[in-house]
């Protein structure tokens, strides 16, 4: 099993383009076949997909252009994160921005990418 390192998961999740999204499962996956492993560590792996988020709000906040579009990682299920900043109002805002619909939930459940699927990167 692989830890990885948030660099590369950042790595990564910086490789997602507009229009585009990735899964936390399809992260884990890309990160293990690189290395090598069978899989790669769901904790770690989640853990570091939060940190990369946090970093590149403070990226932005400081001035940068360019950060990791972090917003485009979603749950395996196409629901999202609401740990990443802002929660999933936040990252619902700026899929939206970039024209994706976002379908509200009822009761405990998270608003989710409508069709996400159709627009997972290839993995």
Same mark, same amino acid.
């Given at each position: 099993?692989?830890?990885?390192?948030?660099?590369?998961?950042?790595?990564?999740?910086?490789? &997602?383009?507009?229009?585009?999204?990735?899964?936390?499962?399809?992260?884990?996956?890309?990160?293990?076949?690189?290395?090598?492993?069978?899989?790669?560590?769901?904790?770690?792996?989640?853990?570091? &997909?939060?940190?990369?988020?946090?970093?590149?709000?403070?990226?932005?906040?400081?001035? @940068?252009?360019? &950060?990791?579009?972090?917003?485009?990682?979603? @749950?395996?299920?196409?629901?999202?994160n609401d740990k990443f900043?802002?929660?999933? @109002?936040?990252?619902?805002?700026?899929?939206?921005?970039?024209?994706?619909?976002?379908?509200?939930?009822?009761?405990?459940?998270?608003?989710?990418v409508r069709d996400f699927?159709?627009?997972? &990167?290839?993995?």
């Amino acid at each position: 099993m692989l830890i990885p390192r948030p660099r590369d998961v950042d790595s990564l999740m910086r490789t &997602v383009r507009k229009g585009r999204l990735i899964t936390v499962g399809q992260l884990r996956k890309l990160l293990a076949a690189r290395a090598g492993a069978d899989q790669a560590c769901p904790l770690c792996t989640g853990i570091f &997909v939060r940190i990369v988020a946090e970093a590149a709000e403070e990226d932005r906040r400081s001035g @940068k252009k360019r &950060v990791t579009p972090y917003w485009r990682t979603v @749950k395996d299920d196409g629901s999202l994160n609401d740990k990443f900043p802002g929660g999933a @109002k936040a990252q619902a805002q700026r899929l939206t921005e970039e024209g994706f619909v976002v379908q509200s939930r009822n009761g405990n459940r998270r608003p989710r990418v409508r069709d996400f699927d159709e627009r997972l &990167v290839d993995v």
